[in-house]
């Protein structure tokens, strides 16, 4: 009896679909009750992208004009591509460089002197903008 119950089985199972299109059973782990899949046409939701945030807090403050300085952001949040841009009216001091791609500072600075730059950090996926300071002090 259990033999022709197990070709009952497999022959329902197998007429149940077409032969172009593969039977699915869908069953829960936890409650064991059949879930229908989610339409092919809905897309999953996407996690939430958290803010972006920048510092340029965690750096070396302070360099003599013998150093070379470098001075790197911290950005957290957003899709990982960043731009970069300094949105302060003053030069940077000779010497000093400011990488677009990186949002770097570095470079031998020749004059002595307190730098302060403002930057402001696109994340080139989302849009989202956001600003940090960065500062230099060089020392004789």
């Keep these: 009896?259990?033999?022709?119950?197990?070709?009952?089985?497999a022959l329902l199972l197998s007429g149940a679909a077409s032969t172009?299109?593969?039977s699915i059973v869908w069953r829960s782990a936890a409650s064991g009750v059949l879930?229908?899949?989610a339409p092919?046409?809905?897309?999953?939701?996407?996690p939430p992208v958290t803010p972006l945030a920048v510092t340029y807090g965690g750096n070396r403050f302070a360099w003599s004009?013998?150093?070379?300085?470098?001075?790197?952001?911290?950005?957290s949040g957003g899709s990982g591509r960043y731009e970069y841009a300094v949105a302060t009216a003053t030069p940077l001091p000779a010497g000093l460089s400011f990488?677009?791609?990186t949002g770097i500072f570095s470079g031998r600075v020749k004059a002595a002197g307190d730098f302060q730059f403002s930057v402001l950090v696109r994340d080139a996926a989302t849009g989202a903008?956001?600003?940090?300071?960065?500062?230099?002090?060089?020392v004789m």
């Design 20 to 22: 172009s299109e593969p």
């Design 129 to 138: 903008m956001a600003t940090a300071a960065a500062r230099i002090f060089i």
């Design 99 to 101: 990488d677009s791609a």
């Design 1 to 9: 009896m259990r033999g022709y119950a197990i070709f009952l089985a």
């Design 40 to 46: 092919a046409s809905e897309t999953p939701p996407t």
């Design 65 to 75: 004009t013998k150093e070379a300085v470098l001075v790197m952001p911290d950005v």
């Design 35 to 37: 879930v229908p899949p």
